[in-house]
């Protein structure tokens, strides 16, 4: 037990600068992270999305499209098992074709991004979800696997729906939390 503990403090001993500097910059760096960058830890919660998740326009631009709903289920997310998240609203102008991108964000790092058609997004188009989809009102779902290796906290998301001329129809910012 001597001989260790007098191993440790041989190696303090001979410690120089560098090793005391990234010694500093280490506990530094984790108390800078949590306390001034909360929302890039991985288990900061943000109190605000306990009920529910959050939503606006990109750009304050609803485009073609007004929501009267959005929702996720389960809420909050949890990791290893499907999420669907629902829309509802008006569509303003038909379509007849398009995309529609989700980009999910954990902090600055994408960690999930998918894309489709944009009328298998709307369900109330056809009984198939296929264009065209004439003007009116419509709902909408997306599921995602979410994978089993997903952090806890706060998530950021964008959902773009482009018309089949890239006419911006929707572009919703979304925040959640993952259990």
Known sequence: YQRRVRGLFSIMANCTTTCLFFLF????????????????????????????????YCSGDPGQTKLSNFSMSPYPVVHGQKSASSVAGTIAVPITGGS?????KKGPFTVLSLSG???????????????????????????????????????????????????????LEIKFQMA
Not at 119 to 148: H, K, M, W, Y
């Open 25 to 56: 910059a280490f506990v530094f760096g984790s108390i800078v992270t949590v306390q001034i960058y909360p929302k890039y830890h991985p288990i900061v919660f943000d109190k605000n999305l306990k009920d529910a998740p959050t939503y606006s």
């Open 100 to 104: 529609w991108t989700l980009k999910i």
């Open 117 to 171: 058609e944009a009328c298998t997004l709307i369900q109330t188009c056809s009984p198939t979800n296929t264009c065209p989809c004439s003007a009116g009102e419509f709902t909408g779902r997306i599921q995602i696997d979410v994978p089993g290796i997903a952090f806890p906290g706060t998530y950021t998301g964008e959902l773009s729906v482009v018309d089949q001329n890239s006419a911006r129809l929707l572009c």
